[in-house]
């Protein structure tokens, strides 16, 4: 099962670094398997350490896929690490073990500390819009054009039936992302 999750690593000199990623709910932990090149993957590498955070807000989604990576965070509380101040949920874990692969590699953690902060109340059609197009912006240069457009009217749909104002901003940022993607791609 993969979850939608936001990453937080921090390097060794403790710069933090935050990134939305599906990990793998596997039965002994997580798997995290990060494109290279990444600074999740560097980080991972050189601390062994990291929070997968469990968060509803969208915004954070989109705004790390559209160069807002400027999150409130605080300090883990069993390890050295960042929590994202948002999350609804965090677990700190810890690396065990590498399966190298020229484009992604498997990085195998283990969970280390889970704690709870606030009542997950669901997702609503609007949220998942903003998941499922931040993933197509994070692919925009991988997939081909039309499949982005069709994906993206079927989205709109849920999106306008059900969003509020925080999915409106994560919304309007990535879609500000795909217009300036498709400008570049017709006048590149």
């Known amino acids: 099962m993969i979850l939608e999750t936001i990453v937080t690593t921090q390097s060794r000199s403790g710069l933090a670094h935050i990134a939305p990623m599906g990990v793998h709910a596997i039965a002994d932990g997580f798997l995290v398997l990060p494109f290279r090149p990444s600074t999740t993957l560097d980080n991972l590498l ?9 968060c509803d807000d969208v915004r954070v989604f989109a705004g790390c896929l559209t160069g807002r990576r400027d999150w409130p965070l605080r300090p883990a509380e069993k390890m050295t690490g960042q ?23 498997k990085l195998f953690c283990k969970p280390v500390h889970n704690v709870n902060h606030k009542a997950f109340t669901g997702f609503n059609r609007a949220q998942f819009s903003v998941l499922e197009a931040a993933i197509l912006v994070s692919r925009l240069s991988m997939l ?5 457009e069709t994906e993206l009217a079927y989205l709109h749909i849920g999106f306008d039936k059900t969003a509020g104002v925080r999915e409106r901003e994560a919304w309007g940022w990535l879609m500000e992302t795909v217009e300036k993607f498709k400008a570049e791609k017709t006048h590149g």
Do not use: Q
């Not at 050189?46 to 469990?54: C, D, G, L, Q, S």
């Open 83 to 105: 929590v994202l101040a948002a999350a609804l949920a965090h677990t700190e874990v810890e690396l065990v073990r590498v399966e190298e692969d020229a484009v992604r590699p």
């Open 46 to 54: 050189a601390t062994h350490t990291a929070v997968i955070n469990y």
């Open 144 to 148: 081909p054009w039309p499949k982005v």
